[in-house]
């Protein structure tokens, strides 16, 4: 499920994976959020409903994962690798990958409104 994230700065693009998380996801596009940076390794905020199917979820990240942290709902994109991939409990949930334009999410400032819509 193909995905655009426009940006302030520009435009990304990114694949959400055919998971219940993924399809919850899909089906509350398209979405205004409001981002913030947290560690200089991650952009996240939160989603207006939060995804209900929260079992596979994993105790580290990938650069360019999109991902959802239950604790706060919040959808998270991860830009940079710190040298410490680990997250804590309860982990996140694997949503899909940033395809195109990461170094637009990354650039983006702190806060900032991001729109995510079908592509």
């Known amino acids: ?22 399809r919850e996801l899909v089906s509350a596009l398209p979405l205004r959020l409001t981002l913030g940076d947290l560690f ?3 952009k996240m905020g939160p989603l207006p409903q939060g995804i209900r199917d929260v079992s596979d979820a994993v105790k580290a990240y990938s650069v360019g994962q999109i991902a959802y942290w239950a604790p706060s709902q919040d959808i998270v994109f991860f830009y940079a690798d710190t040298g410490d991939l680990s997250i804590p409990e309860p982990g996140i949930v694997h949503l899909g990958t940033v395809t195109t334009g990461l170094d637009f999410i990354a650039a983006a400032g702190d806060p900032f409104t991001m729109t995510i819509e079908n592509a």
């Open 40 to 42: 200089e390794r991650e």
């Open 1 to 22: 499920m193909k995905i655009r994230i426009s940006l302030p700065n520009g435009d990304a693009t990114g694949e959400i994976i055919d998971s219940p998380a993924g």
